[in-house]
């Protein structure tokens, strides 16, 4: 069984930082792409980064310059370094990872989800 644990959210006034972590555990055999998502209230979900196994980094306009996606493949574990937030990055985030297990087929995994909260 696969899991994704989320943690690193919370209230951070505007201006501030946040580090989101999320790691997967289980009987792993594979991880390519981790990525991070986040859905606003009354909004829909929305990718946020990507990252690839060897590193290639991808984000949404909105946080270029401002959040940093990396990974620890070691570790099973993909982070989100979030600066200069600003209210409108008020969200709950969700990871994912695309993962093999060692028995069954590759596909996508998501975390709980973590709230973050950006005070004006």
């Known amino acids: 069984q696969v899991q994704l644990g989320e943690s690193g959210g919370g209230l951070v006034q505007a201006g501030g930082s946040l580090r989101l972590s999320c790691a997967a555990s289980?009987?792993?055999?594979?991880?390519?792409?981790m990525g991070w998502h986040r859905q606003a209230p009354g909004k829909q979900r929305e990718l946020v980064a990507t990252?690839?196994?060897?590193?290639?980094?991808n984000y949404a306009d909105s946080v270029k310059g401002r959040f940093t996606i990396s990974r620890d493949n070691a570790k099973n574990t993909v982070y989100l370094q979030m600066n200069s937030l600003k209210p409108e990055d008020t969200a709950v985030y969700y990871c994912?990872?695309?993962?093999?297990?060692?028995?069954?087929?590759?596909?996508?995994?998501w975390g709980q989800g973590t709230q973050v909260t950006v005070s004006s």
């Open positions: 289980g009987n792993i055999y594979t991880i390519n792409d």
């Open positions: 994912n990872q695309n993962i093999r297990p060692v028995l069954g087929a590759m596909r996508d995994y």
């Open positions: 990252i690839t196994k060897g590193g290639s980094t």
